[in-house]
């Protein structure tokens, strides 16, 4: 078993080692782990970060560094998948808002219940801070919207942490740039009758004074990508091509 961890990173270089190191250091058993990191044209010391934590940590072997010019969060994460060697996938910020020890059981609950997509819900069973009460119920709202639109039961369409099978995320052959990939992602997962299975993870926001960066017009798009892909022909493959 092999899992690709995806880091997309555009200007942490504040949390980008602190990010590494924890995820370098989560037990994943008998797994071959695999770090891919795309710099999305970081202009503030990032990419220095990263090749240095390589250079100086034994585990830095476990890490794959890639460059490319800025283009948003979808665009790294495409970049990166197209590297990656994983029976799984698995999303990571480089901030500190998720703990990759949430990692071990994204995995477990994907190969013990045969579920090919797994999310780590930030709004199911823990009682989480909360960054704002507009980011919140934001989110809490596009996921109804999403729930509405393919009568699925999401808790948190919008959580980093995804975990999905490598050959099906590949077949669905992302193309958004932007934060919207956690609609697109989502939509084209349920448009093909895959269900997702959640389960509860931790969460430490941070403001938006410290760096957050998502924003309502991103909601905006989000919400426009959930309709768009509803009712895209292209979007309905066969779960199995």
Request: proline fraction near 4%; include cysteine; hydrophobic fraction near 40%.
């Amino acid at each position: 078993m092999k899992l690709s961890v995806l880091i997309p990173v555009y200007n942490e270089a504040a949390t980008i080692a602190t990010v590494l190191e924890q995820v370098t250091r989560v037990d994943l058993g008998d797994t071959v782990r695999e770090v891919l990191v795309v710099d999305d044209g970081s202009t503030d010391g990032t990419a220095e970060r990263v090749q240095t934590f390589i250079a100086a940590d034994p585990a830095g072997g476990e890490i794959r560094f890639f460059h490319k010019a800025n283009g948003g969060k979808g665009s790294a994460i495409r970049e990166g998948l197209r590297h990656a060697g994983g029976d799984y996938v698995l999303v990571q910020d480089a901030d500190l808002e998720y703990d990759p020890r949430e990692h071990a059981r994204l995995l477990q609950t994907a190969v013990s219940r045969g579920a090919p997509v797994v999310y780590g819900s930030r709004n199911q069973g823990k009682r989480n801070p909360r960054s704002s009460l507009a980011f919140y119920w934001g989110g809490r709202l596009l996921s109804t919207w999403a729930n509405l639109l393919f009568g699925s039961r999401l808790t948190d369409y919008a959580t980093c942490y995804k975990l999905l099978d490598r050959r099906l995320m590949e077949a669905l052959r992302l193309a958004c740039d932007g934060f919207e990939f956690c609609a697109e992602v989502t939509a084209k997962v349920l448009r093909r009758g895959v269900p997702i299975v959640e389960i509860p993870i931790s969460y430490h926001p941070r403001s938006f004074a410290e760096g957050k960066k998502i924003r309502a017009r991103d909601g905006i798009i989000a919400a426009w990508t959930f309709l768009r892909l509803r009712f895209s022909r292209s979007a309905a493959q066969s779960p199995r091509t």
